[in-house]
């Protein structure tokens, strides 16, 4: 029997079809599926969380790095720093995809005007501002989760990640805001 590659399985850990740099992961709200950013291959692969296979893969812009869901859980917000490079440049291809949960599908893409380079971040407590640190341009994103809207603020350089306080969850687990 032939398998396809893109459907291998591979005991203690996931061996995608092509050539990757994985970035961030999270799992589906109703615990079945696990969503990997990967920064290489400009996309999130989708994993079964039984069979441990890759089910899908979605692009989602150039550069994938950071996954952040909705406060709802309807939404699966997608950092794409707009380069695959751990070193890029300013103003470059960087966005935001926002992915349907459920569906998988891509809702919206949210350029950031005038290029940048989305990294990490959160969703505030009202789910109303997703903030992301803009790697190469020295800048915090405060996105309007509604409309897509980008509002920059200086700071100091190559900011990694931010984080939003309070999270859901009682226990950090390392990393920006990864709680349960």
């Given at each position: ?15 995608f079809a092509r050539r990757g740099m994985p970035q961030d992961i999270r799992i589906s709200p109703d615990g079945v599926r696990f969503f990997v950013?990967?920064?290489?291959a400009d996309g999130v692969y989708v994993v079964d969380g039984d069979s441990f296979t890759q089910t899908d893969f979605i692009p989602t812009g ?119």
């Amino acid at each position: 029997m032939k398998i396809d590659p893109r459907q291998r399985k591979v005991v203690g850990y996931l061996r995608f079809a092509r050539r990757g740099m994985p970035q961030d992961i999270r799992i589906s709200p109703d615990g079945v599926r696990f969503f990997v950013a990967d920064m290489h291959a400009d996309g999130v692969y989708v994993v079964d969380g039984d069979s441990f296979t890759q089910t899908d893969f979605i692009p989602t812009g150039v550069g994938t790095h950071g996954l952040y869901p909705s406060r709802d859980g309807k939404e699966l917000y997608v950092a794409n720093r707009g380069s695959h490079s751990t070193r890029g440049a300013s103003h470059g291809k960087g966005s935001i995809t926002v992915l349907d949960f459920a569906t998988g599908k891509v809702e919206h893409i949210w350029p950031i005007p005038g290029g940048g380079s989305p990294d990490m971040g959160n969703v505030s407590v009202d789910g109303r501002q997703l903030w992301l640190s803009g790697r190469w341009d020295n800048v915090a994103y405060d996105i309007d989760t509604a409309t897509g809207a980008v509002k920059t603020i200086p700071v100091g350089l190559e900011p990694h990640g931010l984080t939003v306080w309070p999270q859901p969850g009682r226990y950090s687990l390392g990393h920006t805001g990864n709680m349960r």
